[in-house]
């Protein structure tokens, strides 16, 4: 069964930073689109980062040089390094993976709590 697992969640302070890791099982993961989204209690799901099959990123404009996604394919893993973080960043955040140009399959993770708080 194909599995996104993250992990890396936590408290941390304002200014501060943490590194989520989402490993994949039973896919070549550099093979996908993967991003991270994450949503806020009462808000709607929003997409953070992409990293796609070819090694392309893009970030919603609120992390745009706080936050950098990347992909290790050795370890079937990627990340998002979240630097600088502020409190309106708190949230879950889920990893996300789709084969490119294919929208009958797609793979879900459970989700890491972030939250950043004094």
């Known amino acids: 069964q194909v599995q996104l697992v993250e992990s890396g969640g936590g408290l941390v302070q304002p200014g501060g930073s943490l590194r989520l890791s989402c490993a994949a099982s039973?896919?070549?993961?550099?093979?996908?689109?993967r991003s991270w989204y994450r949503q806020a209690p009462g808000k709607r799901r929003e997409l953070v980062a992409i990293?796609?099959?070819?090694?392309?990123?893009n970030y919603a404009d609120s992390v745009k040089g706080r936050f950098t996604i990347s992909g290790d394919n050795a370890k079937n893993t990627m990340y998002l390094q979240m630097n600088s973080l502020k409190p309106e960043d708190t949230a879950v955040y889920y990893c996300?993976?789709?084969?490119?140009?294919?929208?009958?399959?797609?793979?879900w993770g459970q989700g890491t709590q972030v939250t950043v708080s004094s």
């Open positions: 996300y993976a789709r084969p490119p140009f294919i929208s009958t399959v797609d793979y």
């Open positions: 039973r896919i070549i993961f550099s093979a996908y689109v």
């Open positions: 990293i796609s099959d070819g090694g392309s990123t």
